[in-house]
């Protein structure tokens, strides 16, 4: 499965921007999916997951409530709608794909290239 994430830029803080992430070379479907994100000098990070059908989204603590999760499997396409951004949001963001237990423990065997999001005070 190849993985493109897209959406990334330079926003104001309290801003909206939603990522997409589209997705090729294999059944999409049978994936659960996964919002990571790395900001300079710090370890990646977990943002949200949600399962194969899209029924169960996940969130750390630090997004939810500001952030959702969602995919259309009918074109191969995972979401991440952003809202209320702050600079602490600022970071690379990748979107990965594997098992549930894998995305969740950041060993998915599928990795997209990540988009910068940049968040200004």
């Known amino acids: 499965v190849q993985l493109q994430a897209s959406g990334g830029g330079l926003v104001q803080a309290g801003d909206s921007l939603r990522l997409s992430c589209v997705a090729s070379g294999g059944t999409f479907s049978s994936y659960a999916l996964g919002w990571f994100r790395q900001a300079q000098g710090k370890e990646r990070e977990f943002v949200a997951c949600i399962n194969e059908n899209g029924e169960f989204p996940y969130y750390s603590q630090s997004v939810k409530g500001r952030f959702t999760i969602s995919r259309d499997n009918a074109k191969n396409t995972l979401y991440l709608q952003m809202d209320s951004l702050t600079p602490l949001d600022t970071a690379v963001y990748y979107c990965?794909?594997?098992?549930?237990?894998?995305?969740?423990?950041?060993?998915?065997?599928?990795w997209g290239r990540g988009t910068q999001v940049t968040v200004s005070s």
């Open positions: 990965a794909a594997g098992t549930w237990n894998r995305i969740i423990d950041a060993s998915a065997p599928y």
